[in-house]
T-cell receptor, first 112, second 114 residues
Framework: AQSVTQPDIHITVSEGASLELRCNYS??????LFWYVQSPGQGLQLLLK??????LVQGIKGFEAEFKRSQSSFNLRKPSVHWSDAAEYFC??????????FGTGTSLTVIP | ETGVTQTPRHLVMGMTNKKSLKCEQH?????MYWYKQSAKKPLELMFV???????ENNSVPSRFSPECPNSSHLFLHLHTLQPEDSALYLC?????????????FGSGTRLTVV
């Protein structure tokens, strides 16, 4: 069965520090891959997506993600975190058809 | 404002009540979705409508009844709910129901069943 794993439930980083959020998926072929962010009381906003081609994908708000086929991973990164980045981050995969599978999310806290 | 509007934002209902959640999008999308978000669990896909036709029903109990009168509107009718149905209900839309399109989500309806 397809699955998405976000191993870190909660991460705390200092403002200005770099960030990496992990995402691993279980699927035979390369699925379409997405990262979403959810601020408190809000719905999910698409940060970036990967379909094919260059394995380093640029998104909004200064985020990027790298697809590594050998590790079945799609980790999200940001070089310098801002206090406004505090939110919940969800990785999602779409193996085929119209079914999306979401991870359980990683909660990010940013300290001054 | 994301382009997908959900009302109400908050809803408290008793187990014998009947209520409806509403979702509206004016993005020109043809697919709409209902998701359930519970604490510490992955988002659960409930229903998918593509060009007004229901294409997915992920074993959702019959106390949840979706309705899609047109491509811009989606409803979730609720009756005789259980306390474990308390959650954030998210509506989303996409260009159509193929995996190539990301979703645009609404802000959700926070439902509490008492």
């Amino acid at each position: 069965a397809q699955s998405v794993t976000q191993p870190d439930i909660h991460i705390t980083v200092s403002e200005g520090a770099s960030l990496e959020l992990r995402c691993n998926y279980s699927y035979g072929a390369t699925p379409y891959l997405f990262w979403y962010v959810q601020s408190p009381g809000q719905g999910l906003q698409l940060l970036l997506k990967y379909f094919s081609g260059d394995t380093l994908v640029q998104g909004i708000k200064g985020f990027e993600a790298e697809f590594k086929r050998s590790q079945s991973s799609f980790n999200l990164r940001k070089p310098s975190v801002h206090w406004s980045d505090a939110a919940e981050y969800f990785c999602a995969v779409a193996p085929e058809g119209n079914q999306f599978y979401f991870g359980t999310g990683t909660s990010l806290t940013v300290i001054p | 404002e994301t382009g997908v509007t959900q009302t109400p934002r908050h809803l408290v209902m008793g187990m014998t009540n009947k209520k409806s959640l509403k979702c509206e999008q004016h993005l020109g999308h043809n697919a709409m979705y209902w998701y359930k978000q519970s604490a510490k669990k992955p988002l659960e896909l409930m229903f998918v409508y593509n060009f007004k036709e229901q294409t997915e029903n992920n074993s959702v109990p019959s106390r949840f009844s979706p309705e899609c009168p047109n491509s811009s509107h989606l409803f979730l009718h609720l009756h005789t709910l259980q306390p474990e149905d308390s959650a954030l209900y998210l509506c989303a839309s996409s260009q159509d129901a193929t995996r190539g399109y990301g979703y645009t989500f609404g802000s959700g309806t926070r439902l509490t069943v008492v």
